[in-house]
């Protein structure tokens, strides 16, 4: 007959040896497979920049791209695409966030604010091929009309100009057929950007306050 000599003792103690002997080894085990990802981390930190995309927007980047500006000429981009805005849904995309004590009463809705993260597509259809998202806030400001204060960024995450963005902020009366809004600045490849959105009601449900918007965009950047 054999003898265990692994654990001397009764054979209660030498399985609470074996059981504690085992979780130390898990317990390694597992401490091991953290430093190996840290250590991955770290090295994939230092090999490459911080770039959102296709445009590095480490520091170091940023400076060289605006000492090299004097150099660079300003063009003009147009983009189009579609933002849908979903209220009504098992995940809706629009969401109220505060109103006024005064708001419900309102026929303008004064005082509403929402949060918002909406998609851009290509076309008008829900199934149409995302390019980005329009996060923000709009807050309904007047009380004599329906419009809202609109502060959105655009975030496209397609294309050329994927991981850049544009800033936007400006009124936006819903029930006027055009509605103006300008582009105060972006990032990426819309460093320095200045232009206009163009906003224009695609399609609107009354009943669940789903809606589509076409946008035209001009910008001019570097």
Known sequence: ?????????????????????????????????????????????????????????????????FKELRHGKEKLTKLHFYLHDTVTAKNPTTVQVAQANITSKSPTLFGETVVLDDPLTVGPEPSSKIIGHAQGIYSSVSQEGYSQIMILNLIFNYGKFNGSTLSLLGSNPIFNEYREMPILGGTGAFRLARGIATEKSYAVNVTTKNAIAEHHVLVLHY
Request: glycine share 4%; charged share 25%; aromatic share 10%.
């Open 1 to 65: 007959m054999l003898q265990d000599l692994s654990f001397p003792g009764p054979p209660i103690k030498r399985i609470e040896e074996a059981w504690k002997l085992d979780k130390l080894s898990m317990k390694m085990k597992k401490m091991k497979l953290i430093n190996v990802a840290l250590l991955w981390w770290v090295a994939i930190s230092i090999a490459m920049p911080s770039a959102y995309g296709s445009v590095d927007q480490s520091p170091k980047a940023v400076e060289k791209w």
